[in-house]
């Protein structure tokens, strides 16, 4: 699980296992599916701590919102060699306490997984939702 290949077939793996839940739950696919594409843009255009955090504040009244940011969450607490989140406080609340490196290491795994996401959504979500 040490080469770059697994790491990446994580990714996949994880991605397309979300994405059937995504798929399953009462969310808009279509909005899910959007949501997933415009976020790496997000995240260089504000930052990752700065997207996160429009997320999950939309993500209380938006369930395709939320999706997202559980995946995410899900990702980083998952026993992956990128699990970064450790204790029980919650997801952003972490992120914005990392230290630079460890934080700029998030964002790229969070733009190589959001690549994943975006393939499976693009395959599996419906478009009219």
């Known amino acids: 699980m040490n080469t770059l290949h697994s ?7 994880f991605s397309y296992d979300a994405i059937q839940i995504a798929k399953e739950s009462s969310a808009k696919q279509s909005e899910v599916k959007s949501y997933i594409k415009k976020m790496p843009l ?3 255009t504000n930052g990752l701590a700065q997207t996160l955090a429009f997320y999950r504040a939309k993500g209380t009244g938006s ?12 990702w980083f607490r998952a026993e992956t060699p ?13 992120v914005i306490r990392l230290e630079t ?5 998030l964002t790229d795994e969070t733009i190589l997984l ?9 395959i599996e979500l419906k478009k009219e939702g």
């Open 7 to 13: 790491i990446d077939q994580m990714r996949a793996s």
């Open 42 to 44: 997000l995240i260089k």
């Open 63 to 74: 369930k395709s919102y939320q999706i997202v940011y559980d995946i995410l969450s899900t």
């Open 82 to 94: 990128f699990k970064m989140m450790t204790t029980d406080e919650g997801f952003l609340e972490q």
């Open 101 to 105: 490196r460890q934080y700029m290491m």
């Open 114 to 122: 959001l690549n994943w996401l975006r393939r499976f959504a693009d």
